[in-house]
Structures are given as C-alpha cells and as structure tokens.
C-alpha cells in the first residue's frame, strides 16, 4: 500500500478525528499512486495517523478510518451496518408509513464520498470520491448483505457527481425494478432515479414537510422551487384550502403534478406553475400597508414594490410560504453573491404574504452558517417592513447525521417565520 507522508505541524486537525487531508499539508506521497487508490496518511515523524482514499485536488485524502485497518469487505460491511443499526435505533429504517430515508451520509456516517438513499426496495448509491467509485461493486455487495431482505435493487447513480470519469454509467449493480414508488410518512412519491437531481427525491425536508403539514389546515400555500412537489403534497393532506407549485424547470413541474395526482387524484385545489421564482413573486400584489410601525415615507415605497398585475395571481393572499431553493453558495467564494440572493428572496416573499401569514425558509448551502443565514433573513424583515417572530429553527433530520469532528456535515438549515 502507498504512503503520503503529513508536513511538521499538520497532522493537528487529524489528531482531531477530522476527516479530511488538503493537498497543502502533503510533504510527500509515494510514487505512482493512483487517483482513488487507499493510502496511509503517516505523520512527519512516519508514524501511522489514517488510512483513506486518494484523490488529486484539494482535498487530498478522505479518512477512512484512523486505524490501520484493510479496507475491505469486512470494513464495508462493519460501516454499512453500523448506519443501518443507527437509523434502526432512531426508528426510520423499518417503518412501513416510511420506506424511504438515507443510510448512509458520507462523512456524517464515516464513510465521506459515499451517500446511499433508500426508496422502498431500492437502494441509490452516489459516488463523490473516485475511491468510492472504484469501490462500488464491493461495497454494493456488502449493501445487500446488511440489507438482507429489506432491499432488492442497487441502483448506482453518479454521472454527475464524477461527471469526469470515462467510465461513469449509471445503472442497476444489483437487481433491477420498474417499481418506482416510494412512501414517505405515509404519501407516495415518484422517484426518477435515471435523471433526478441528487439521488431522485430530496429526502432531507422529510421532517421539514411533516411540520408544514401541521400548519397547512386551511391555508392558502405557494411552494416555491417545488421539484418533486413534496411541500405541496404534505399541505394537500394537512387540509390546505389552495396549493400552489412553483419551479422554473418543466421536468420539476411535471414530477410535482405526477405525485400530487398519486395522493389526491382529481384534486382541484392544486395547481403548477413553470416560472422563475423571483418572477413569480414580483407579480403579486404587496401585502405590507397594514404594518403598524411603518414611517409614511416608508409606506409609499413599499405600496409601489414593484407588483406586476396579473389577474389570476395578483389577488390572491397567499398566508403559507416554502422558500427552499437550490444552494446558492457551492463554495466560499460565492458566499456573499448568496448571502444577498437570500435576502433578495426572503424579501420578495416577506413583502408578499399575508398578514399573520407564515413562511418556511431555508438554505441548502454548505458554506452558509446558519448565523449567516438568520442574518439574511433578518435583513429581508427589515428591508420588507414586517414584524417577524421566528417559531422554529430547522435543520436537516437525523439520518443525515453530522459528525462531530466535521462541523462541515451541517448543511440544511431552516427558519419558520410568522410575519405580521
Ligand atoms: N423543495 C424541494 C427541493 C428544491 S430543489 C423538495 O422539497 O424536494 C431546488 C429546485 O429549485 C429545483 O427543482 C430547481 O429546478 C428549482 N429552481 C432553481 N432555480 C429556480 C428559479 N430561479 N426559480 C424557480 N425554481 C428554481
């Protein structure tokens, strides 16, 4: 097995369990490695520290364990198994109202590169390391061992996340199924597998909709950056009155009809809009003059806030919003332009809800802190003139666990809002 061998002073973060090696801290690494290949990571003085996959880029090295262990079938095994023991501890796996969930969350399940969602009897593997690329038939194979009788399909899924390699395909390594269904907290949902972003549905709101539901009875709702509509449907079933979708992609609007009709066949109340967000935003009607601690001068500002009439929308209040829109931000150079796009957002929204009215907001990017992101929110309140208690403050749901020596794994973060 290859080496690669740590800079004086650079093993501190290690030391500290954290899974990563950056090129940076590389003083040397054996000839001929090859990209994927399992190394040992040896601190400056040569002594064993981790052993990991090896990448080219800027992070080097992702830890697999911090013993000098094979990495072989028996370790895939012991890691898959200890997710699953987890997500049966918690009472996901292995609950009929709810056949879908993530196994295993790369880093968050000490297995970074690696994400396993599971969709009734099929599971969606997605690659983001070459090593675990290269791994993928060995630790498919350990998948359905642990699984058992639980799953009968692996479907690997990674042209987009290594859209680099010659020999990315995706398709079944174990099975194969037409059934395309799944069940989260009892609604049915159409997984797109072959051409879905991410590994088909976005499991991680699935606590996030449930609590929305809670709220819906009644309600007039607009979903934005709807996808496969899962907001929507969790409102239908909460009792709302109207349920409006909406996402610029025609795939998205398509997938959010096709699982509204699965759970409420007929449903009237129910309708999709292909639009761009900010778009459809601006053509409602502002709902901001009843603010009681508003100056004049800021009244006549917000009245002209840029509404664009449109007879079926512009008369509607909505009173239940869902801001979940893609990450803004995908690496930290992008971290202001994003930070801005979420207070234009939350903004438009703010200006447009009714009074009373509450708002489900989130943000998916990694590297926005959910200090940045209650930052952005509170200057859309102001910028919009609103009252604005915070009721709850959301995040991703416990299978997707967060690691504690990788504050990194903590990505999903959410505010529900009432705005007056
Ligand atoms: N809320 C969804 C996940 C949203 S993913 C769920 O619960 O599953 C983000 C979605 O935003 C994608 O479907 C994408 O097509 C859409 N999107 C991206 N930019 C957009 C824009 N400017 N306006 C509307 N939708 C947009």
């Given at each position: 097995?290859?080496n690669?061998?740590?800079?004086?002073?650079?093993?501190?973060?290690?030391?500290?369990?954290?899974p990563?090696?950056?090129?940076?801290?590389?003083?040397?690494?054996?000839?001929?490695?090859?990209?994927?290949?399992?190394?040992?990571?040896?601190?400056?003085?040569?002594?064993f520290?981790?052993?990991?996959?090896?990448?080219?880029?800027?992070?080097?090295?992702?830890?697999?364990?911090?013993?000098?262990?094979?990495?072989?079938?028996?370790f895939?095994?012991?890691?898959?198994?200890?997710?699953?023991?987890?997500?049966?501890?918690?009472?996901?796996?292995?609950?009929?109202?709810?056949?879908?969930?993530?196994?295993?969350?790369?880093?968050?399940?000490h297995?970074?590169?690696?994400?396993?969602?599971?969709?009734?009897?099929?599971?969606?593997?997605q690659?983001?390391?070459?090593?675990?690329?290269?791994?993928?038939?060995?630790?498919?194979?350990?998948?359905?061992?642990?699984?058992?009788?639980r799953?009968?399909?692996?479907?690997?899924?990674?042209?987009?996340?290594?859209?680099?390699?010659?020999?990315?395909?995706?398709g079944?390594?174990y099975?194969?199924?037409?059934?395309?269904?799944?069940?989260?907290?009892?609604?049915?949902?159409?997984?797109?597998?072959?051409?879905?972003?991410?590994?088909?549905?976005?499991?991680?709101?699935?606590?996030?909709?449930?609590?929305?539901?809670?709220?819906?009875?009644?309600?007039?709702?607009?979903?934005?950056?709807?996808?496969?509509?899962?907001?929507?449907?969790?409102?239908?079933?909460?009792?709302?009155?109207?349920?409006?979708?909406?996402d610029?992609?025609?795939?998205?609007?398509?997938?959010?009809n096709?699982?509204?009709?699965?759970?409420?066949?007929?449903?009237?109340?129910?309708?999709?809009?292909?639009e761009?967000?900010?778009?459809?935003?601006?053509?409602?009607?502002?709902?901001?003059?009843?603010?009681?601690?508003?100056?004049?001068a800021d009244?006549?500002?917000?009245?002209?806030?840029?509404a664009?009439?449109?007879?079926?929308?512009?008369?509607?209040?909505?009173?239940?919003?869902i801001?979940?829109?893609?990450?803004?931000?995908?690496?930290?150079?992008?971290?202001?332009?994003?930070?801005?796009?979420?207070?234009?957002?939350?903004?438009?929204?703010?200006?447009?809800?009714?009074?009373?009215?509450?708002?489900?907001?989130?943000?998916?990017?990694?590297?926005?802190?959910?200090?940045?992101?209650?930052?952005?929110v509170?200057?859309?309140?102001?910028?919009?003139?609103?009252?604005v208690?915070?009721?709850?403050?959301?995040?991703?749901?416990?299978?997707?666990?967060?690691?504690?020596?990788?504050?990194?794994?903590?990505?999903?973060?959410?505010?529900?809002?009432?705005?007056?």
């Amino acid at each position: 097995m290859k080496n690669l061998q740590l800079k004086r002073g650079k093993e501190d973060s290690l030391l500290r369990f954290h899974p990563w090696v950056f090129s940076g801290a590389i003083q040397h690494v054996d000839e001929g490695i090859a990209e994927g290949e399992v190394v040992r990571v040896l601190k400056s003085d040569g002594g064993f520290i981790a052993i990991g996959h090896y990448q080219a880029g800027s992070i080097a090295v992702r830890v697999l364990s911090f013993r000098d262990v094979e990495i072989d079938a028996r370790f895939w095994h012991s890691r898959l198994a200890s997710a699953l023991a987890m997500r049966q501890a918690i009472g996901i796996a292995d609950n009929p109202q709810n056949n879908t969930y993530r196994l295993v969350h790369g880093e968050g399940d000490h297995l970074p590169g690696l994400i396993i969602d599971v969709y009734g009897k099929t599971a969606v593997m997605q690659a983001h390391s070459i090593g675990m690329h290269l791994s993928r038939v060995e630790i498919a194979e350990q998948l359905v061992s642990v699984m058992g009788s639980r799953i009968e399909n692996v479907y690997y899924k990674s042209e987009t996340t290594l859209p680099f390699m010659d020999d990315m395909e995706n398709g079944f390594l174990y099975g194969g199924s037409d059934d395309n269904t799944a069940v989260e907290n009892g609604l049915m949902f159409y997984v797109d597998w072959l051409r879905g972003q991410k590994t088909g549905f976005f499991v991680d709101q699935r606590e996030n909709r449930a609590l929305l539901e809670r709220f819906s009875a009644g309600k007039k709702v607009l979903n934005m950056f709807c996808y496969t509509g899962g907001f929507s449907f969790y409102a239908m079933r909460g009792g709302a009155k109207l349920v409006h979708s909406v996402d610029s992609s025609a795939k998205a609007i398509e997938l959010t009809n096709r699982n509204v009709s699965l759970n409420f066949p007929g449903d009237t109340r129910h309708k999709a809009f292909c639009e761009d967000a900010f778009k459809f935003l601006d053509s409602l009607e502002c709902r901001t003059e009843s603010v009681e601690f508003a100056t004049t001068a800021d009244s006549a500002s917000r009245n002209s806030c840029g509404a664009v009439a449109n007879s079926t929308l512009s008369t509607l209040n909505y009173d239940l919003i869902i801001l979940d829109p893609p990450a803004f931000a995908k690496h930290r150079g992008a971290l202001h332009n994003a930070l801005k796009g979420y207070t234009r957002l939350n903004m438009k929204a703010m200006q447009k809800i009714q009074p009373g009215g509450i708002l489900f907001t989130f943000s998916c990017s990694q590297v926005v802190t959910k200090d940045h992101f209650r930052n952005a929110v509170f200057t859309a309140a102001a910028q919009a003139h609103r009252k604005v208690r915070i009721l709850h403050q959301l995040h991703q749901p416990a299978d997707h666990p967060i690691n504690i020596y990788h504050p990194e794994g903590e990505y999903l973060k959410g505010l529900v809002l009432y705005v007056e």
